[in-house]
């Protein structure tokens, strides 16, 4: 036996491709192992009956699709017009019905509407006509909360006799009605309170060769809360760490910048109270120290 026909044997008892590879393979599609299939093929058989038996059916289903638009041209527009001319008349008929159905409920609120306006007009007139036939001096009231007219006589006024005064034998003795302590009237003066502002001032400062070291001290904050002290420059901001308020509402800070490079604006934000706040501008420039402040 040759290497030939050993290779050839090998290939053909080898793995046989799914059907799925082997129909890929027929139409040509990108395959990794393509030229393993073309050789196992070519030497197996029963894969290439399977393959001559796909490419049958392939050309069979190819034709009868290529033909389908010649045979049918019309149906499918003729369908699709059906289909919409259906759904055109059904929503019309829809829309009909749902206006048929809303002057039905209209007529018929309007018909029991005029059925309770002539109800209530009866009674009135019945009311009316009661009240102009009696005989006795119609006194006619009102009820505004109700709506109803009610007749009766009008009381005789002058036949009404007092009742006797009795009189007991024993005497009381009077009454001493003792009168209520008058308090004097004090007028509470009130004194405007206003609550000071929280503030921030420069408490301290020393220069060392090119930079600046400030303190900073807050006062007027709320005791136990969390300030952040900002420094605002043109282009960009830096926050220092949270320092917390004593309970007098001081709090103390200090920071260390470059003299070339001072900050616009300090700003002191509480965290807990953030309408609590203090603003501080006019910020020392240079390494000069400024008289007065402690270094």
């Given at each position: ?141 009102y009820i505004s909360h109700q709506g109803i007219v ?146």
């Amino acid at each position: 036996m040759t290497r030939d026909d050993g290779s050839a044997a090998k290939l053909r008892q080898g793995r046989h491709p799914d059907k799925s590879i082997l129909l890929a393979y027929i139409r040509r599609q990108p395959q990794d192992d393509r030229l393993y299939i073309q050789q196992h093929i070519e030497h197996c058989e029963r894969c290439s009956q399977q393959c001559d038996e796909y490419k049958l059916i392939s050309g069979t289903l190819e034709d009868a699709l290529m033909r389908a638009p010649h045979f049918y041209p019309q149906l499918t527009g003729h369908v699709i017009y059906s289909v919409e001319k259906h759904l055109y008349e059904s929503g019309k008929l829809r829309a009909a019905k749902r206006q048929s159905l809303r002057d039905y409920r209209l007529k018929r609120r309007m018909a029991r509407l005029g059925v309770a306006i002539s109800l209530v007009l009866a009674m009135l007139l019945t009311t009316m006509a009661y009240a102009i036939s009696t005989k006795h001096t119609p006194l006619i009231s009102y009820i505004s909360h109700q709506g109803i007219v009610t007749t009766q006589p009008s009381p005789d006024l002058g036949n009404l006799v007092p009742p006797p005064q009795v009189t007991s034998k024993h005497k009381h003795p009077p009454k001493h009605v003792v009168a209520p302590p008058q308090t004097p009237s004090v007028a509470a003066a009130t004194t405007p309170f206003s609550t000071p502002k929280p503030s921030m001032v420069i408490c301290g400062r020393s220069a060392a060769g090119t930079s600046m070291y400030l303190m900073l001290c807050g006062d007027h904050f709320t005791p136990g809360d969390k300030v952040t002290v900002v420094l605002e420059y043109l282009k960009n901001s830096k926050s220092l760490a949270p320092v917390t308020v004593d309970a007098k509402g001081q709090f103390e800070d200090s920071v260390s910048i470059a003299c070339a490079y001072v900050p616009i604006a300090i700003y002191a934000n509480d965290q807990t109270h953030s309408t609590e706040s203090a603003t501080l501008t006019n910020i020392p420039r240079g390494c000069t120290p400024t008289p007065g402040m402690s270094s």
